[in-house]
């Protein structure tokens, strides 16, 4: 895929002071032009297999390519933002300022300047809904859609974004050594470009995709089979066409909102040293989540069961009703429909330079829960893919801590000015104008999920996107036998397959399905027990030191030197990308990777040394 962006911004502001107030206003406005182009699915199609075994014997597991016919063409989208403020500082007593602020930002939906839109108005339609001059154009014209027009991607909810603040900064008693300061306000965010660019790689009419999966082709008396021409193949096609791929947008657009407070003390304990504490907490509802929304029809559909206890028929019972939505097959919706909730708390001390020295030290305990983490299924840089099966209605079987939610961070630096010892003329040139630095960083570490992409869960439940595995009854959900031990990090007997429950008699032995059809513990068409981001990721330390020199040779010509030495004591930081967290294969075995299951087989970075040199003249 090609991105581009280009902005353009215009901005300005106004300060008026009038007795004991100060005002602030102004406006900005940003012209912004995207360029989007892209093919999907590798371009020309991608086969998926469940292991070494069915690949050499060529039976795919399923097959994702374009249509024939359709291509994506290259986008040019047009969008404006623009933003107006207001601010009154008003010091109502020396001692005690309040801040009231006002401030309005709203942005157009991302428009496409040959009207090259569509959109799902609605999640059962189906077909899509096009634009007046996509309807009419020749190119599009092969593929329906539904009666009636849109004019954008979808409805805009940024038009009433008005966002008050307030703070408040107070010294009791006058005091200059200790001070409160509290504050709250409301936020909003306008769609962007990283926002949109997922949906626009596979929205019909303009890229249709289709995926056939190996169980449905049979079902039709045809055999998947990895060959040349396969995708023009008329039995393969009428099976693509079938259940075309679409990612789009919920059209009823909500305004991503959060709420954000925080309140800290600060406290001079002596002359040039401070401490102080403080607690921020924020609430944030409708944040942009991509989710799978087509999974098949489950047992009692359309009402959601109570419990969210969701059984989903197997393929080929008489139960088995297919997708929710039948004219399409995955269906990736970006919906604004995540919910967070954080906590934390501050603590910090702070010695001011004084005889060369300053030293800055805080401590972060804090709490990131949410129902979702990103809007893309790899481009979050998160150790983890973010999009997931849409469990219709559901929310809280997602409710975890987020993926980035680090519990703890202790911060600390320091700088020390060397002192030349009163020498002087070569010998001062030689001691003086050193310094010394360092930073010290302790970390919890991130969470992550335990996974299963089994067969039998795809074909009963449709999609086994962060379809989570089930917990041995008793079991520990996070199960961390050593943090520095990267061949034992966590333990997998603490967990099962999404499709088998209780308590299983059986060992686990490799290449064998822990449990199979017929076993009391067989119960496939159920999404796992265990929840979002249960275990806990390997944390970190690191301890990063540099050494300056200067040397001033004239007024106008220096030479300077530096020395930094990044994690300087060489520490090994486990690190949770690439660990196996999904320990069985897509045939519910314990996967061919057992020797690594609960290994860790990634670090950061060793010790590394840079230097340089700078002349400045």
Known sequence: STYGQTSFQ?????????????????????????????????????????????????????????????????????????GFYFQDNWQMTPSFN????????????????????????????????????????????RFPSMPGTVDSLFTNPTLKSFSPRIGLAWSPGGSKRFSIRSGFGIFYEVPNLYNIRNPLQEIPPFAVVGSVLATNAAQAGVTLRMQPGVANDSAVVG??????????????????????????????????????AGYTGSRGIHLWH???????????????????????????????????NPNFGEMRIIAPDVDSYFHGLAIGA??????????????NLSKNIDTGSGITSSGDAFSQGQWSIHYRGAKNMFKGPAQFDIRRVLTSNFTYDVPDFGTAGLMKAVVGGWQFSGIVTLRDGAWVSL????????NAIGNTANLRTNLVAGGNINPVVDTRDERNYYDVAMFLPSSCTGVTSRGIVPGQPVCRAGDAEYQPGRFGNVGRNTLSGPGGATLDLSLKKAVNITENHKVEFTAEFFNFLNRTNLSDLNMNLTPFDTNDRPSAALATNGQIVNSGLPRTIQMGLKYTF
């Open 451 to 458: 996974l299963n992409s089994s067969t039998v869960q795809l």
């Open 290 to 324: 991509q989710k799978q929304a087509n999974t098949n029809r489950w047992l009692g559909f359309p009402n959601i069961p109570a419990n969210d206890a969701f059984v989903y028929p197997l393929l080929g019972t008489p139960q088995y009703q297919g997708f929710v």
């Open 98 to 141: 309040v801040n009231l602020g006002m401030r309005y930002e709203f942005g157009t939906v991302p428009d496409e300047q040959n009207d090259l839109e569509s959109a799902l108005v609605h999640i059962n339609d189906p077909y899509v809904t096009v634009t007046e001059k996509v309807k009419n154009d020749p190119r599009f014209s």
């Open 10 to 82: 215009y901005k300005e502001g106004l300060s008026i002071a009038r007795g004991n107030h100060s005002y602030r206003m102004g406006a900005e406005i940003r012209q912004l032009r995207y360029l989007q182009g892209s093919c999907s699915r590798g371009c020309n199609g991608v086969f998926i297999w469940n292991d070494l075994r069915t690949f050499l014997l060529n039976q795919p597991r399923q097959l994702d390519t374009y249509i024939p016919g359709s291509d994506n063409p290259t986008r040019h989208l047009n969008q404006s933002i623009a």
């Open 239 to 276: 099976l693509l066409r079938g259940s075309p791929v679409i990612r789009g947008f919920e059209y009823d657009m909500k305004n991503t909102t959060i709420y954000r407070w925080s309140t800290t003390l600060q406290q001079e304990v002596m002359p040039g040293f401070v401490v102080s």
């Open 350 to 363: 702070e010695k001011r330079l004084s005889r060369g020295w300053q030293v800055q030290a805080a401590f």
